[in-house]
């Protein structure tokens, strides 16, 4: 049964509204297709505008992300240091280093300790971030190539929500 685009309902084909240009989309009814064009122009707008400032480097993301996760203000000297000791000991990309903390963060609910470094989750967790990675990515692929039934969707959804935080995690 197929699913609005905008608000997840389940409807049977013939009450759906499909896309015209975009036939495999499908909406409960023309109102929602047109609030779902219109968000998508929105964000596109809001994505053009962040485009044209010049882009992060992955290093700036991740001391942005140490930054807004650490309980003090971080020694920066010391901390560039560190990180540049790790990408070379570990031959990490500073994206896998950005994960490895999100993951600690925000999935294991690690709360860093401002006495010590970035030792304390990197690369002691980097392995178990980047299996729990694969396994989003698997899961992603795995929805995607399925046509949505009616009960497959009922169980996911749930538990990818929880997960959805992540999923930036896996599309840097
Ligand atoms: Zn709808």
Same mark, same amino acid.
């Given at each position: 049964?197929? =699913? ?119 690369? =002691? ?12 990515? =698997? ?21 990818? =929500? ?11």
């Amino acid at each position: 049964m197929p =699913r609005c685009k905008y608000c997840n309902e389940l409807k049977p084909p013939s009450e759906c509204f499909q896309d015209p240009n975009y036939k495999s989309n499908q909406y409960c009814s023309e109102e929602h297709w047109k609030l779902h064009i219109k968000s998508k122009n929105a964000t596109q707008t809001v994505d053009t505008s962040k485009n044209k400032a010049k882009p992060k480097s992955d290093r700036v993301k991740l001391t942005d992300y140490i930054q807004s996760i650490w309980p003090v203000e971080p020694n920066w000297k010391w901390m560039s240091k560190q990180i540049e000791n790790l990408s070379k000991e570990t031959g990490l990309s500073y994206n896998d280093m950005r994960m490895t903390l999100k993951y600690c963060i925000e999935y294991k609910g690690f709360e860093p300790d401002g006495n010590y470094g970035l030792q304390q989750f990197i690369p =002691r967790y980097s392995k178990e971030a980047d299996d729990f990675a694969d396994d989003i990515r =698997r899961i992603q692929s795995g929805l995607d190539g399925i046509d949505f039934e009616d009960e497959l969707v009922k169980v996911p959804v749930g538990k990818r =929500r929880v997960r959805r935080p992540l999923k930036e995690d896996v599309e840097f």
